[in-house]
């Protein structure tokens, strides 16, 4: 007998019986764990990017034009004509048309913009001085006076807004003073809000107790050190209330106690047109959609920053 005949046919299996494939080696996935995170961080990226992009081109195309209004070859906001009333956009020498007593509509929309622009950026900036301010000293002294803070902010947040705002007006008048403040008043609840939520944070870390091993006083830590950490998201929140505080002093003015006359603001100039809004719409259609852009614009704007990834610095 040959060696061939003796050996076990280990290399062919029995009749019937399946057989398996080879084992192949498992090769490393290439997508991995870093390159989804990477992917997801250049998604937040562009998509802040375009944000900002889009929020700073639609409030430059509203803000630009309102700021040069005293230099541009416009007529005078207040001049009546009544041989023009009413023309349609487009016309010659009324870009935006004419309104029912003949004045220029694109002269009141920039004129108007200028006086609601101007109470909006004055209400955010006393809005938010007095909301950081106290946000932040409630937030790092804690104890009573972190208790009546936070019972102004839920007594004030809890009653509603424009019927609030109607109240003080009629009471004290509605000048651009009185409608500052009280916009002022009514937005600062959320900027304490968001300044004592992040002032508590930012108190427990090492840096502060280092401070006050150092022998600082708590007033010059919460003013040199904690403040300046918290002042990045604090002012975001005060540019996303710049919108706000427009639709306010457009709301007020809609309903009668915004500026009076001669003071051509934004809800005056569509509260004017309502009554000619299916013979003339573009009295209401065009001051609303300058509106709207703005708001747009300074959303997208404050979300843009509020989304942007933070840049590491070197050595971190």
């Given at each position: 007998?040959?060696?061939?005949?003796?050996?076990?046919?280990?290399?062919?299996?029995?009749?019937?019986?399946?057989?398996?494939?080879?084992?192949?080696?498992?090769?490393?996935?290439?997508?991995?764990?870093?390159?989804?995170?990477?992917?997801?961080?250049?998604?937040?990226?562009?998509?802040?990017?375009?944000?900002?992009?889009?929020?700073?081109?639609?409030?430059?195309?509203?803000?630009?034009?309102?700021?040069?209004?005293?230099?541009?070859?416009?007529?005078?906001?207040?001049?009546?004509?009544?041989?023009?009333?009413?023309?349609?956009?487009?016309?010659?020498?009324?870009?935006?048309?004419?309104?029912?007593?003949?004045?220029?509509?694109?002269?009141?929309?920039?004129?108007?913009?200028?006086?609601?622009?101007?109470?909006?950026?004055?209400?955010?900036?006393?809005?938010?001085?007095?909301?950081?301010?106290?946000?932040?000293?409630?937030?790092?002294?804690?104890?009573?006076?972190?208790?009546?803070?936070?019972?102004?902010?839920?007594?004030?947040?809890?009653?509603?807004?424009?019927?609030?705002?109607?109240?003080?007006?009629?009471?004290?008048?509605?000048?651009?003073?009185?409608?500052?403040?009280?916009?002022?008043?009514?937005?600062?609840?959320?900027?304490?809000?968001?300044?004592?939520?992040?002032?508590?944070?930012?108190?427990?870390?090492?840096?502060?107790s280092a401070a006050r091993i150092?022998?600082?006083?708590?007033?010059?830590?919460?003013?040199?050190?904690?403040?300046?950490?918290?002042?990045?998201?604090?002012?975001?929140?005060?540019?996303?209330?710049?919108?706000?505080?427009?639709?306010?002093?457009?709301?007020?003015?809609?309903?009668?106690?915004?500026?009076?006359?001669?003071?051509?603001?934004?809800?005056?100039?569509?509260?004017?047109?309502?009554?000619?809004?299916?013979?003339?719409w573009w009295l209401v259609t065009?001051?609303?959609?300058?509106?709207?852009?703005?708001?747009?614009?300074?959303?997208?704007?404050?979300?843009?920053?509020?989304?942007?990834?933070?840049?590491?610095?070197?050595?971190?």
């Open positions: 007998m040959s060696i061939s005949d003796t050996a076990t046919p280990s290399a062919v299996p029995p009749a019937g019986v399946p057989t398996k494939p080879p084992a192949r080696k498992s090769s490393p996935s290439a997508v991995t764990k870093e390159l989804i995170a990477k992917a997801g961080a250049t998604r937040r990226r562009a998509g802040a990017k375009f944000k900002i992009r889009t929020g700073v081109i639609c409030t430059l195309l509203v803000v630009v034009p309102i700021v040069l209004a005293g230099f541009l070859p416009l007529a005078d906001p207040n001049h009546q004509d009544l041989a023009h009333r009413l023309l349609p956009p487009l016309s010659e020498g009324h870009l935006f048309g004419t309104d029912q007593l003949g004045r220029d509509l694109l002269s009141r929309v920039l004129h108007g913009g200028q006086v609601s622009l101007t109470i909006g950026v004055l209400a955010v900036v006393v809005s938010g001085t007095i909301g950081i301010i106290f946000g932040a000293a409630a937030g790092y002294f804690g104890g009573k006076l972190d208790t009546v803070v936070s019972r102004l902010i839920e007594a004030q947040m809890s009653l509603p807004l424009l019927m609030m705002l109607l109240l003080v007006v009629a009471l004290f008048g509605p000048s651009i003073p009185v409608i500052t403040f009280v916009i002022a008043i009514a937005q600062w609840p959320e900027v304490a809000r968001l300044t004592r939520s992040m002032v508590l944070v930012e108190r427990e870390k090492p840096y502060v150092l022998g600082l006083h708590r007033v010059q830590i919460l003013i040199q050190h904690i403040i300046p950490n918290v002042i990045k998201q604090a002012t975001l929140v005060v540019l996303l209330l710049l919108a706000q505080a427009v639709l306010l002093e457009s709301a007020l003015a809609f309903l009668g106690a915004g500026p009076q006359r001669p003071f051509a603001t934004w809800g005056r100039i569509i509260s004017d047109g309502q009554g000619y809004l299916t013979t003339a065009v001051p609303g959609l300058v509106i709207a852009i703005m708001v747009v614009g300074v959303n997208l704007l404050g979300d843009g920053l509020r989304d942007r990834p933070r840049r590491k610095k070197k050595g971190a």
